[in-house]
């Protein structure tokens, strides 16, 4: 890749792991390094399931060494089964090779919001604090708001009939390679670029309903101009069923309310995306974390007065 000379030897995948092995090596010594010359440290974990279904607990390092704050991926460590005990000595077998202090050092663990995790009796956090009371335990603020939106929309009906209308349109175009090739069409004969709905769910639950509501709004006259057309009493070879999911489509597509509801639901994502954003950012801050929480705060308030 670098056109240089790498010879004849050591070109095959057990000698790949051989280099891999030590790569890792000075790696984690460069980690345990800075661990070393940080006096403060912070742990952030979460779970994953691999491609053989088994859990395992991912482990990242927080420190700040001469003014520079660095998050350093550690480690990844198997669990036999994900309850609290398990992923509490996964983190402590993966902190111990790196660093032998970090129990000393260790002031915060950033966590999800699940039970095992931060559980008052026995999760987690509560399991690493018994021989430090002043341990913090942090709640992950870009799940938190993931989990506060998701909350304030349980109840509303019109926001259910937008997602389900989102969800319906995803699975319309994305099973069918024929109403999808019929919708590039529809973009061609407008003189649009295509841009094709996309689901509603996601690891990032924000962000993934934005992107499907910015296809939907910005893509509204090529979906339309192909519904209509398929439910055109002079349409020949579409299916009955096919002609009802458009027919249905079509005229919740058209509902005043929904327009608009979808409408401010995109403004209103576009500030929690970007918050969302800046939450996960390696280098934030409590301040800037602040900052950014207070000014899209003021923006939304703001919202209950706009006349929509």
């Known amino acids: 890749m670098k ?30 390094d800075r661990l070393g010359r940080a006096k403060f440290i912070s742990i952030m974990s979460d779970g994953s399931t691999d491609s053989a279904v088994k859990e395992q607990e991912m482990v990242y390092v927080r ?28 983190i402590k077998d993966v902190m111990d090779k790196v660093s032998q202090q970090w129990e000393v050092k260790l002031v915060a663990v950033a966590t999800d919001g699940a039970a095992v995790m931060v559980g008052v009796r026995t999760g987690v956090v509560q399991r690493l604090r018994r021989d430090r009371p002043y341990l913090v335990g942090v ?38 390679p024929l109403n999808r090739s019929h919708l590039k ?18 690891t990032r639950w924000v962000a993934h309903l934005l992107c499907a509501i910015d296809h939907f709004l910005r893509g509204y006259p090529a979906i339309m101009h192909h519904l209509n057309g398929i439910t055109s009493p002079d349409v020949q070879g579409v299916s009955a069923v096919q002609q009802c999911k458009a027919k249905s489509f079509s005229a919740t597509a058209k509902e005043a309310v929904v327009l608009r509801f979808s409408g401010f639901l995109h403004d209103t994502l576009s500030h929690l995306s970007r918050v969302s954003e800046r939450l996960q950012k390696s280098d934030i801050s ?21 006349f929509w």
């Open 286 to 306: 409590i301040a800037d974390a602040h900052s950014c929480l207070s000014s899209t705060h003021a923006v939304l308030e703001s919202y209950k007065t706009r």
């Open 185 to 202: 069409n529809s973009f061609a004969a407008l003189k649009l670029a295509p841009i094709m709905p996309t689901r509603v769910g996601g």
């Open 139 to 176: 709640h992950c603020m870009a799940h938190r708001l993931e989990l506060s939106f998701k909350d304030s929309v349980k109840n509303i009906v019109l926001f259910k009939k937008v997602e389900e209308l989102l969800t319906g349109l995803y699975t319309f175009y994305h099973v069918s």
């Open 63 to 90: 420190s700040s060494v001469g003014g520079k704050i660095e998050s350093k991926f550690v480690g990844i460590d198997a669990v036999d089964k994900a309850d609290a005990e398990n992923i509490t000595k996964a």
């Open 3 to 32: 056109e240089l000379p790498v010879g004849k030897t050591y070109r095959n995948k057990v000698e790949a792991r051989v280099f891999l092995h030590y790569i890792a090596d000075m790696e984690r010594k460069k980690i345990e």
